[in-house]
C-alpha cells in the first residue's frame, strides 16, 4: 500500500525536523510520507509538483499567503481527494471556525499534541479512503454504464432490417428495451423464393444474463431456419441446443412462423409465447389457437407441435411480448389483451388507409407502441415492449 503524502504548511523551520522525528516509525514502515512548505504559496507551488498529496496539515499565521486564503484557493481545487487540517493557538478559536466554514477537515491546537495529531491523522485519512472507494465505485459504474450503452447499440444494430422489393409479403418490428439492453427479440428471414421464417421471442429474466440467452437464442433459430426446417423441427432442434448449454434454469418463450406463398399457408409453432392477433382482409380477427407447447430451454427431447392456417392477401399477423399487455400505469391498472385487441379492430381493421399503407406493419407497431405509452403515462417501464407484425401483400 502506497503511503499517505501529507503537506506540512508553517513557517516555524523547526518544525520539519520534529515531525519526521515524532513520526520516524510511520515513515520508515513506509505509512507517512511528509512534504514541507513555509507558507501558502509554497504550499500550492508544492500540490502542483506532488499531485497526489491527500492531506495538509496547514497554520494559519504565516507571511506572503496565510492558512485562510490557502484554504479558499484549496477549495477552488474542488478535489474531494484532498483533506486540509488547521493548526492553530488553542485560543484562536475565531480563525479556526472561519477556518472550518472554508472547508478545513479538522483541526489541532499549539502546543501540538502530537498523540492527538496522529489521531486526526488516522481519521482523516480513513475519511480519503471513503472518499477513493466511492470514487472507485462510481468510476465502474460509469465503465459498466458506458460497456451497456454500447452492447444497447450492438443489440439495436442486430435487429433486422425490412427485407426490400419482397412483394408477397411485407414484415416490420419494434423493441424498446425497459433497460439498457433486453432480452426480448424478433427476427425475419427469407428461406427460398417461396417461403419467409419469423420470430418473436422473450427471454426469462433481465439484464445481461438475459441479452446473452437472447443473442444465442436468436441466432440458433435463424441459422436453424435458414436451412428451410419445418418449424416443429426447427424448434426442436433449437430447444436440444439451449437446453444442452443453458445455464442458471434459463428459457425463452417463442413464436416462430413461416409463410408459403405457393400455398397461402402459415404454419406456426407457439412454444409458450403470448398468442398472436391475426387481422384477416375482410374485416374480422381471431386469436391465434395455441399449440399447447413449452417453453424452450426447460425439457430436452420435448417434441413441438405446430399448427396451419390459410393466410391470405391482406391478411396482417400482429405479435407481441408481455411488455404491451403487462404494462402498468401510475394507478397500477394492467393494459392488458383485451385493449390490445380492442385497438387493433377500431384503429387498425376500421381504417383503410392503415390496412393498404405501403409500410402497414410499421404503421402498426408505431400505433401499438403509442397507445401502451399513452397508457403508461409517466410510470416507469418494467419489461421489454416488443412488437412484430407481418403482412401477406
Known amino acids: 500500500m502506497a503511503a499517505e503524502k501529507i503537506l506540512v504548511v508553517d513557517d ?27 507558507n501558502g504559496l509554497e504550499a500550492l507551488a508544492k500540490l502542483i509538483e506532488v499531485p497526489d498529496i491527500g492531506i495538509i496539515l496547514s497554520d494559519i499565521n504565516m507571511p506572503e499567503m496565510d492558512g485562510l486564503t490557502l484554504l479558499s484557493k484549496v477549495r477552488e481545487l474542488k478535489n474531494p481527494l484532498l483533506k486540509t487540517v488547521i493548526c492553530s493557538a488553542y485560543g484562536d478559536m475565531g480563525n479556526i471556525r472561519t ?33 477513493r472507494e466511492g470514487l472507485a465505485y462510481h468510476d465502474k459504474l460509469l465503465s459498466i454504464e458506458h460497456d451497456l450503452m454500447v452492447a444497447r ?13 419482397l412483394g408477397w ?5 419494434s423493441m424498446e428495451a425497459a433497460r439498457q439492453i433486453g ?5 425475419y428471414f427469407l428461406i ?23 443473442a444465442v437464442s436468436r441466432t440458433l433459430i435463424r441459422a436453424t431456419g435458414l436451412k428451410g426446417m419445418s418449424p416443429t423441427d426447427c424448434m426442436n432442434y433449437v430447444n436440444h441446443l439451449l437446453c444442452t448449454e443453458s445455464v ?11 409463410i408459403d406463398k405457393e400455398t397461402d399457408t402459415l404454419h406456426y409453432v407457439n412454444a409458450g409465447h403470448n398468442p398472436p392477433i391475426l387481422l384477416h382482409h375482410d374485416g374480422t380477427s381471431e386469436v391465434l389457437p395455441l399449440t399447447n407447447n413449452i417453453v424452450l430451454g426447460v425439457y430436452d427431447g420435448y417434441s413441438f407441435k405446430s399448427q396451419s392456417m390459410p393466410y391470405l392477401k391482406d391478411d396482417m399477423l400482429v405479435m407481441y411480448t408481455d411488455g404491451v399487455t403487462e404494462a402498468f400505469n401510475k394507478q397500477q391498472e394492467e393494459y392488458g389483451f383485451d385493449t390490445l385487441h380492442s385497438l387493433l379492430r377500431e384503429q387498425v381493421l376500421g381504417n383503410k388507409e392503415i390496412m393498404n399503407a405501403g409500410d402497414a ?4 407497431c408505431r400505433i401499438i407502441a403509442g397507445d401502451v405509452a399513452r397508457f403508461a403515462g409517466e410510470e416507469e417501464q418494467s419489461d421489454d415492449i416488443t412488437i412484430l407484425v407481418v403482412k401477406r401483400n
Open 12 to 38: 516555524e523551520t523547526d518544525l520539519q525536523y520534529v515531525i519526521n522525528q515524532k513520526f520516524r516509525r510511520q515513515i520508515r514502515n513506509g505509512q507517512y510520507e511528509f512534504h514541507f512548505a513555509f
Open 99 to 131: 477556518a472550518m466554514n472554508r472547508g478545513a477537515f479538522d483541526f489541532v491546537t499549539k502546543p501540538v499534541d502530537f498523540n492527538d495529531l496522529e489521531i486526526t491523522l488516522e481519521k482523516t485519512i480513513g475519511e480519503l479512503n471513503v472518499v
Open 153 to 165: 447499440e450492438i443489440q439495436r444494430a442486430i435487429m433486422p432490417k425490412r427485407i426490400p422489393d
Open 169 to 173: 409479403a411485407d414484415i416490420n418490428g
Open 183 to 187: 432480452g426480448d427479440f424478433y427476427d
Open 192 to 214: 427460398d423464393g417461396h417461403r419467409m421464417g419469423f420470430v418473436i421471442g422473450d427471454v426469462s429474466g433481465k439484464g445481461i444474463p438475459a441479452a446473452i440467452f437472447m
Open 248 to 258: 442458471n434454469s434459463m428459457f425463452v418463450t417463442v413464436f416462430y412462423g413461416m
Open 361 to 364: 406493419p410499421g404503421h402498426v
